[in-house]
């Protein structure tokens, strides 16, 4: 069993295990056995279980988990990558911020929420209601292969006369966008004001970096535990 089919067992608004399951995703196993197992992976992996909870959109309290143990984890790794460029309650702000970039990243995906490029958020336009948004002032980080990562392959259509797909150029085949990491970039330099774009490359941007992929680790670690404790 894997973390997806794990999550059916998990009622929706807290992160405890609900006994009677929808659909068994393994006959094998009795409720009572999910249960130890999601027990004994919660116990050695809490972070990972957080993120992948927050990442299906199971529970606000994992979100939190997920976001304080971030943090937790990112102010470990603060001296190796800023070095003496940020301190003291400074160091606390910028770290924070870089952790819910990151969580932003991780949990990204078509269906997830983006600022409107129209009215870059302010959801009027010169006091009108921004059509674009539809006043919302967020649309769908959808790209325009409607998240599906395919686009018809014209020039292969019409040769050979069958519908063919390619993978879509503009995301590479995710299906969505990376969240640009100048958004972060401002966040920061609101706090450290004198911070420059080498420094942010150089120092700020790698820790970032460095989080989103932590975030995968710990769900792969999750879900490895998930998948050994059930075998
Ligand atoms: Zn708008
Ligand atoms: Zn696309």
Redesign the pocket.
Known sequence: MNLESAVKYFSPKSLSITTESPCTADDRLTATDIMGALGMATAKSQFGMALFFAKVDLSQEAKEIAIAELTRYALTQAPKYLGKSVSGRQLGMVVKILAQAAYAEYVNSPDADKECPVCKGAKKINGIGCKHCKGTGLVKNR???HGS?KVIDQVRTNKTGVLTEKI?S??NGK?FFKIPSSVAYRAVSSIVTELTQSTWSRRFKPLLDHLVIKCEIEENFANSTIKKVTK
């Open positions: 790209c325009q292969c990562g879509c503009r995301c299906g």
